[in-house]
DNA sequence: TCCTGTGCGTTTTGTTTTGGAACTTATGGC
DNA sequence: GCCATAAGTTCCAAAACAAAACGCACAGGA
């Protein structure tokens, strides 16, 4: 099965998952919570090539979990921002961060 | 950055996801709170190849999310149970799916 | 004018992971 | 013996990924 195939999928864990199921997509949105929306930010802040940041960015503004914004119009430059839909990942992102701070402790020096 | 390199980072969000972080693993997940346990169970409902899904128990047994368990002896036969650090990832669950739920309605006709 | 820097990507080149299907091993029933 | 079941393993081609270079549009300074 491939991941587009699960947005159609019975469970709703499932299509949830054909979006935000993958390991870097739900970085760049707890970036966003942190308050980050421009490309270096991310591609600095979660380590990802910035191959692959360009390609999930792409998929997030087509699933309209973010919006691509034009914040300068002399050099085009475009952030992006949550959308009501991705503001309601909020609680996701909390709960997977409540567990990764009680199950999952640091073993070696942090990075990033 | 690699996945592994993940399991350390200074982010509770990025230390859970170096373990759920992928599509296929919290759909196992899903399938052990739905009460299957089994090899074919999970291959069946999820769709996914049992090459990959081979691997992700064995990752989950490795992070002490889940527990291989002999359930018979006579042929020798496994089984997949939640561990209590799987079982705390109920909360991540809901939250999921209920994002899904509300916003990811199916758009064609539901399939496995 | 030319050079350097910034921001947002795209291209290129290998390596790794995945998908799909067949095969294995151990056992039980007919 | 022969088929079925459960839990994997093995093989190969296709897709995704990592790392680094390149592209482009503009700004500021020499």
New binding site residues.
């Given amino acids: 099965?491939?991941?587009?195939e699960l947005s159609d999928n019975w469970c709703p864990v499932a299509r949830a998952l054909s979006v935000v199921g993958?390991?870097?997509t739900l970085l760049i949105l707890r970036d966003c919570f942190l308050g980050k929306?421009?490309?270096?930010?991310f591609?600095e802040s979660s380590?990802?090539?910035?191959?692959?940041?360009?390609?999930?960015?792409?998929r997030l503004v087509e699933e309209g979990v973010l919006e691509?914004r034009l914040?300068?119009s002399?050099?085009?430059?475009?952030?992006?921002v949550l959308t009501p839909k991705g503001e309601e990942l909020g609680p996701a992102l909390r709960t997977l961060r409540d567990w990764g701070k009680k199950n999952m402790p640091v073993r070696r020096e942090a990075k990033a």
């Fill in positions: 099965m491939k991941w587009s993958d390991r870097w929306s421009k490309f270096e930010e591609a380590g990802m090539t910035r191959h692959i940041l360009a390609e999930r960015l792409k691509r914040y300068s002399a050099p085009k430059r475009y952030d992006y």
